[in-house]
């Protein structure tokens, strides 16, 4: 009698499976408490002047028996429990402190990314709070840019664009993460005040191979052109992927080819090691 056998099957597996989120649920909590969340910085290359302009904060836990832990395996379940809210909180100081930090060793001006979840948007202080961490850090409102996804975006369209408005009076800068591959017409892009695309590395990763996602990724830099916005490849691992992006006139890259994301003390070493070039270079 399969019907039986089948529900128990289906039971016990719901039942681990929803044992495995209280679990990570209450992990990430303490983790919250404990401070083991890290901030890992990944730098976007510009490709005209091929020097880093600007640093994606990406978040990591440091479990204290699993090691090193990476958003997939805890972002989507800090979504759906709401914990996305205080972790999120957490990498917006600890960015903005960072870049901060950055500014006053006149490193140059690099901004500092940090994405924000659907969640956090839902969130009536999102604005509030962010207003916060940029005061407490008097990090320059110019320097911070938040990357949100297109579905993200489009899901509440109407009170997303008066939020965006905010932050653009502000003076911060805002990118659609994994442009490309979300289900949403171009139309909003004329509706909201966006600065950068940030083409999905899943169009990126067969370049330029793969015809139909080099035609994408072509047609993506041509409308950030003609729309006046920035484009970012993410992804990019090769070399040859980053001079065909440079010879079409893409703006900035981002991938292991650059860099990996690293902690805080190996980017600010990569970040004073091209500053010394730049010295050495306008001394000659
Ligand atoms: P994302 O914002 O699209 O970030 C880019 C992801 O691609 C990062 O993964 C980065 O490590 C990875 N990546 C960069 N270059 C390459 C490459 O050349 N090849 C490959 N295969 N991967 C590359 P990561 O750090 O695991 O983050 C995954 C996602 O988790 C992020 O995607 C973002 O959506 C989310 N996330 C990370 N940090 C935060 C955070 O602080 N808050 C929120 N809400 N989401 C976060
Ligand atoms: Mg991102
Ligand atoms: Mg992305
Ligand atoms: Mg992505």
Known sequence: YLGGNNFQVFSSSMQNLFKFQINVESDLRRALLKNELEVFYQPKIDLRTETITSVEALVRWKHPDKG?????????????TGLITDIGGKVLTIACEQAKEWLDMALGKIKISVNLSAHQLRQPQIFSSIADALEQTQLPPDLLELELTENAVVENIHSTRKLLQ???????SLSIDDFGTGYS????????????????????????????DTAICK???????????????EGVENEEQYRYLQDLGCDLVQGFYVSRPMDAEAMTKL?????RKFADQSSI
Not at 166 to 172: D, P
Not at 194 to 210: S, Y
Not at 219 to 233: F, K
């Open 166 to 172: 905010k932050f653009r009076e502000q003076g911060i």
């Open 271 to 275: 970040l004073c090691q091209q500053q």
């Open 185 to 212: 017409s171009f139309s909003y892009l004329k509706k909201l005040p966006v600065d950068t695309l940030k083409i999905d590395r899943a169009l990126v990763r067969e370049v330029p191979d793969n015809p139909q």
């Open 68 to 80: 090193l832990i990476t958003p997939a395996d805890f972002v989507n379940i800090a979504e759906e």
């Open 219 to 233: 047609a993506i830099i041509v409308l950030g052109q003609n729309l006046n916005l920035q484009v970012v490849a």
